[in-house]
């Protein structure tokens, strides 16, 4: 493992030397670099460079997975290779320790998930995958299942659909949607397996990092087996990219991680974002970043030098948005497109809400938001009921469901609250819409006011960890770090943010007296607080991008 803070790698353009890649690098304020499986590089570089590995695509069209059709794959695209195929792990393999001869710093899988992306019956109907899926079957059912074609199955339900084809439609098609996730899991387990084998048999470091092609489950579940990951950024026009940067920081955990937009307008405010996360931002292709871009790089690299990065302290937490990777399955996307919507409406209210993985991992005294989580495990469902019991608070953003192992409904043991709240033991639920896509004007305020009232149903009048007032709108979150509190700040809006005031919470500041101010713009300087009622406060110096304001214990 690398062990490093900061992930955010870069391609040498189109016509220039390799031996230039160290003076790009500097100038972009990006690693590592990424090759290509079989350039040449010098060895000084190499030694910092990752080697992509098509890891989804079949090395040729034969050896490609099957769809529910018959045909190859992504045909007449890319052939996209069978997750359980061994050649195709033996392939990658071979490509890993190619990497590692080389003097690499490590590998970096691509679009492992590759045949996900192509639906429910776009791949997984090969031999191979129907070998594995009836070991599957007959430990799920037992010994005495009877191998079949699943593939005739699928055809025969295919052909007599009338409309889009659901999991009801097809015969075990609950049980194959869950190994399809499954299966992406083991490959990547398999593949990082191999390469840190390898590695240790030649006693040096050696990375395993991976580029996926879509969010999901399947994806993230994969996500634990490597050392970094870069994953897609799909959010929606209008959204400040905070609902989908907590989930893949509490995704990635303490590892690096990074996303790759779309080329276009408005990278500068989504660096500076991501970087208030721990996100890195890597840009598609290999044309140079903008300058406020490489200016957001650098300062969250200082930032993690000084031991201020988000990604390696802990997040203040007012509300804690559980993301269930079973409700996220079984809802076919739905729940996450519900939980990056809540974290950016919370973002917008400057509350402190971060992504959990698990209700048990939320502080105790945080408000537990449900978003869009109409399929929780048992486990879940049983944890969200002790919450109540022992006086939590639970928003429900949207109707709350649960299931059984299969994706079946199940009774909820614990009842939908109203928007008024409703007492459930010593707890309280209070159940509203899911927010919306971001919105402008009167409809969007109405979105806000309603996700503000029950908030101060949950939270109380007057209690918040963090706050701006001015004319530039201003992302903030709140790190802890032993005493030290720190406040990361972005700009949202056009030009520098001029003179805004910040409250901090008592509650979470204590009563500091002076803080130090850094931005990305190169000011540093120390700057009073001054006690404002049940917060402290500061007309914080002119900024634009990228700012920590660090309150020492």
Known sequence: MSGRATFEPFRIPRGALPEEAAGLAAAAAAEPLLVRDGDRLPAALAAG?????????????????????GSPAGAPGPARACLNSEAHRARVEAAVRRALDGGHAGVCLDLPDAPLALGALGAGFCAECQRAFAKELARDYGDHFQPLDYLALAREALASSPGALGLERIPFGREFWRARAE?????????????????RDAARPFEVAARFQALGPAQFHAARHLDAALFPFADGAGSSGAGLFRLLRAVAGRRPCAVEPAAGDGLDRLAAVAAAAGVGLALPGNAPPPAGVVAVRRFAQAAAARGRSAARTDPVAECAVLYSSESDLWSGGDHRAAVVRAGDALAGLQVQAPVVMHPADAASAAVLVLAGARALSPLEAQAVRRRLETGGGVLCLGEPGAVDEAGRPVPLPFPAGKPAGLKVDRGTVVQIPVPPAPRAGPAGARDAEELARALQLLLGRGRRAASTGGRSPLHVVLYRDGTRLDAHLATLGPGPAQGSTLFVGLLSAADHRRGRFKSSAGADERIPMNPAGFAISTVLPAFEGYAVLSLPG
Request: glycine share 8%; net charge negative; proline share 3%.
């Open 183 to 199: 299966w992406l899991d083991r490959a990547v387990a398999a593949h990082a397996r191999a390469a840190r084998d390898a590695a």
């Open 49 to 69: 460079a990752l080697v992509e590995i098509p890891a989804g695509l079949a090395g040729a069209a034969d050896e490609a997975c099957r769809g529910a059709d």
